[in-house]
């Protein structure tokens, strides 16, 4: 069974760190791009960033550009999110995906809340 | 950035009728479009991508259509779980990925 388990959430200070991790399982994890996809309370989904098969390739929204870094483990079968600078207007459900375009499956997601 | 826009807002339809759900792309995706299906406290499910293909495991009632800029979500013959928030997308244009504001479907 194709499953993604992300960690890592909480609460935060404005302007503090945190380290997402979402553990792959049931696929080659190494042969598939992967995606961040968060979602604020009570509201739409935003893609973040995605990552290509090796690493070489990042990609993110512009709003976390300079902050929020993607990267991945494939020996780990393991996908990151470093966010630094973290604003209120991050405050989420980050859900990791596989995929590069359409995005399956998707993760049960972690929640970060950035409040003092 | 390609802009989703997603009609109406909610639905309201009974067990056993059809839905139709419409998404508006400002520009021509060219049929590089998916719906995705989000239950209360779960994670979005992929439905449609291609805009027309059905992902695996979805059931024939749910049907995608459309091309250039407007796509069509249809859900013959509803049933009590279609009750869900429902997301167009778009993966012509990246990046960004962008996803539309969500139909809420409610079941009378």
């Known amino acids: 069974e194709v499953q993604l388990v992300e960690s890592g959430g909480g609460l935060v200070q404005p302007g503090g760190s945190l380290r997402l991790s979402c553990a792959a399982s049931?696929?080659?994890?190494?042969?598939?791009?992967m995606s961040w996809v968060r979602q604020a309370p009570g509201k739409g989904l935003e893609w973040v960033a995605n990552?290509?098969?090796?690493?070489?390739?990042?990609y993110y929204v512009d709003s976390v550009k300079g902050r929020f870094t993607i990267s991945r483990d494939n020996a780990k079968n393991s996908l990151y999110l470093q966010m630094n600078s973290l604003r209120a207007e991050d405050t989420a459900v980050y859900y990791c995906a596989r995929g590069l375009l359409s995005l399956d499956p998707w993760g049960q997601g972690t929640l970060v809340t950035v409040s003092s | 950035e390609i802009v989703m826009t997603q009609s109406p807002a909610t639905l309201s339809v009974s067990p056993g009728e059809r839905a139709t759900l419409s998404c508006r792309t400002s520009?021509?995706?060219?049929?590089?479009l998916a719906w995705y299906q989000q239950k209360p406290g779960r994670p979005p499910r992929l439905l449609i991508y291609g805009a027309s293909t059905r992902a695996t495991g979805v059931p024939a009632r749910f049907s995608g259509s459309g091309s250039g800029t407007e796509y069509t979500l249809t859900i013959s013959s509803l049933q009590s779980e279609d009750s869900a928030v429902y997301y167009c997308?778009?993966?012509?244009?990246?990046?960004?990925?962008?996803f539309g504001q969500g139909t809420k479907l409610k079941i009378k």
């Open positions: 997308q778009q993966y012509n244009n990246w990046p960004p990925v962008t």
């Open positions: 990552i290509n098969e090796d690493g070489s390739e990042k």
């Open positions: 520009q021509s995706v060219s049929s590089n």
């Open positions: 049931g696929f080659t994890f190494s042969s598939h791009w």
